[in-house]
């Protein structure tokens, strides 16, 4: 099987598994929302949000190591995965030490009542995370798809358990996850047979030296990553103004109107699983600039039409995953959501190029651009949020994953050249932006505006995404 058919098998395979799982959890959103107040759901959303940030600490971030080195021929599937387990044992060790300290840090004080279900979270989902990863690596992509499936349905069904039956309200979240977790983690353990790849015996020193090396700076991109997406609701929570209403609740806003555009992420992950693979097992390739050079180009063009046609659609899409029965001031979700869409859409090839830094093994290049655009979020998010409250919050996101992307495309050519229409990019880009404030501002004859802007863009992507897919369906 050719290069070109075993990223459109794979793509598939995943796109399979992933999309049901996908819109199930975004179909959470929707429980969530009838449940759980804007307030609690700000305290939901940074827990959440907290879990993320602790995971790559305290896991090494080795859950990228293993299908790194478990996709490459050179190390031995035994070796990667019990390097791994025991790196990922040491640093658990560490977080239950350290983790209760965590409610004694003043802005964490939301962690206080949920210190023990926090450490929880982090624990089941970094098991499930190494298991599921090192299947992947094994090639057992329908398995992987199969789980994601799977642990879902189960998230669903105890979250409906616990808080729609229970009312355990955030507790009831957090427990639902960690159930789910485990569930996964558990499956996949038996069903994969990974206890025989499990083993001190095939512990190397050597190989844990190489793995920490490799996943080490991608411990801060992560973080980077996250503080992002945390500072944007410490500083909704937190800050004061006189101009906008800030606090808990514009907080709990905030954190549904990232949901929707999920939907973009949702396509992104599904094809990104199987691209991340296939840019490590090509990466010494003669053609692979050529085979970046088209996959991007299709991938781009695909993520401004859906784009385009998300945020053409936002009125209709949002109340499908948000709820106004029980708590009316989700009714404002929308009007946040198109600017996170263009942000979401720049997440997504910020996500596409971080593919070389992983191939080539230059993940320091993937630190100090995220370093960057993290920097400047929480800057812009200083500034703009006192003035235009969640407004800034959404065009502070995006800002920081655009320059994130120009930071990307420019350094990641350097490792493997392919050609990029740029002004393109930034016409399209432009046009979406404007998009978003037709949506919002809603001027005279705003519904005819946005229908010329959608058709624009198709018109200048569709052809990029037919030719590519020609190009690949005759190699395959």
Request: glycine share 4%; proline share 3%; with cysteine.
């Given at each position: 099987m050719n290069k070109y058919k075993k990223l459109a098998f794979n793509t598939m395979i995943f796109a399979i598994g992933g999309f049901g799982s996908k819109i199930l959890a975004l179909l959470l959103t929707r429980l969530y929302t009838n449940n759980i107040g804007s307030s609690d759901s700000s305290t939901k959303e940074l827990l959440e949000i907290t879990a993320n940030f602790l995971l790559p600490i305290f896991t090494f971030s080795m859950a990228e190591a293993v299908i790194r080195f478990g996709l490459d021929n050179k190390?031995?599937?035994?070796?990667?995965?019990?390097?791994?387990?025991?790196?990922?044992?040491?640093?658990?060790?560490?977080?239950?030490?350290?983790?209760?300290?965590?409610?004694?840090?003043?802005?964490?004080?939301?962690?206080?009542?949920?210190?023990?279900?926090?450490?929880?979270?982090?624990?089941?989902?970094?098991?499930?995370?190494?298991?599921?990863q090192f299947v992947r690596a094994r090639g057992m992509v329908k398995l992987y798809s199969l789980d994601g499936i799977l642990a879902t349905l189960s998230l669903f069904i105890f979250n409906i358990v616990f808080i729609s039956n229970f009312h355990w309200g955030v507790k009831g979240f957090m427990l639902?996850?960690?159930?789910?977790?485990?569930?996964?983690?558990?499956?996949?353990?038996?069903?994969?047979?990974?206890?025989?790849?499990?083993?001190?015996?095939?512990?190397?020193?050597?190989?844990?030296?190489?793995?920490?090396?490799?996943?080490?700076?991608?411990?801060?991109?992560?973080?980077m990553w996250v503080i992002t997406g945390f500072s944007d609701r410490l500083f909704i929570r937190y800050m004061h103004s006189d101009r906008v209403a800030l606090g808990s609740s514009a907080a709990g806003i905030y954190g549904y109107a990232t949901k929707v555009p999920n939907l973009i992420s949702m396509v992104s992950t599904i094809f990104f699983s199987a691209w991340n693979m296939s840019a490590i097992m090509e990466n010494d390739s003669e053609d692979r600039s050529n085979f970046y050079e088209k996959v991007y180009g299709a991938y781009e063009s695909l993520l401004f039409i859906a784009?385009?046609?998300?945020?053409?659609?936002?009125?209709?899409?949002?109340?499908?995953?948000?709820?106004?029965?029980?708590?009316?001031?989700?009714?404002?979700?929308?009007?946040?959501?198109?600017?996170?869409?263009?942000?979401?859409?720049?997440?997504?090839?910020?996500?596409?190029?971080?593919?070389?830094?992983?191939?080539?093994?230059?993940?320091?290049?993937?630190?100090?651009?995220?370093?960057?655009?993290?920097?400047?979020?929480?800057?812009?998010?200083?500034?703009?949020?006192?003035?235009?409250?969640?407004?800034?919050?959404?065009?502070?996101?995006?800002?920081?994953?655009?320059?994130?992307?120009?930071?990307?495309?420019?350094?990641?050519?350097?490792?493997?050249?392919f050609r990029f229409d740029g002004i393109k990019s930034f016409v399209n880009t432009m046009v979406l932006v404007?998009?978003?404030?037709?949506?919002?501002?809603?001027?005279?004859?705003?519904?005819?505006?946005?229908?010329?802007?959608?058709?624009?863009?198709?018109?200048?992507?569709?052809?990029?995404?037919?030719?590519t897919a020609k190009k690949l369906l005759n190699r395959a």
């Open positions: 190390y031995k599937k035994e070796e990667v995965f019990s390097t791994a387990f025991c790196l990922n044992g040491v640093g658990m060790i560490l977080m239950l030490i350290v983790g209760p300290l965590l409610k004694f840090i003043s802005f964490l004080d939301f962690i206080d009542g949920y210190t023990i279900l926090l450490l929880s979270f982090v624990l089941s989902s970094s098991l499930r995370s190494l298991c599921s639902a996850s960690i159930m789910a977790d485990l569930c996964s983690a558990i499956f996949l353990f038996i069903v994969a047979k990974l206890d025989k790849f499990l083993g001190f015996r095939y512990y190397s020193k050597k190989l844990a030296t190489s793995m920490m090396r490799f996943a080490v700076p991608l411990i801060p991109t992560v973080i784009s385009a046609f998300l945020i053409a659609g936002v009125q209709i899409v949002t109340p499908l995953f948000v709820s106004t029965k029980n708590f009316s001031e989700y009714g404002d979700v929308y009007k946040y959501t198109p600017v996170l869409v263009v942000a979401v859409l720049f997440m997504c090839l910020d996500q596409f190029l971080s593919s070389i830094y992983t191939a080539t093994k230059h993940t320091k290049n993937s630190f100090w651009t995220s370093f960057a655009a993290s920097m400047a979020n929480i800057v812009l998010n200083f500034f703009l949020i006192p003035e235009w409250g969640i407004y800034g919050a959404c065009i502070a996101t995006f800002l920081s994953y655009y320059l994130c992307f120009w930071a990307r495309i420019i350094d990641a050519r350097y490792y493997v050249p404007l998009m978003s404030w037709v949506i919002i501002a809603k001027p005279t004859a705003y519904i005819l505006w946005v229908l010329i802007m959608l058709a624009f863009v198709v018109w200048s992507n569709y052809k990029a995404m037919i030719d």
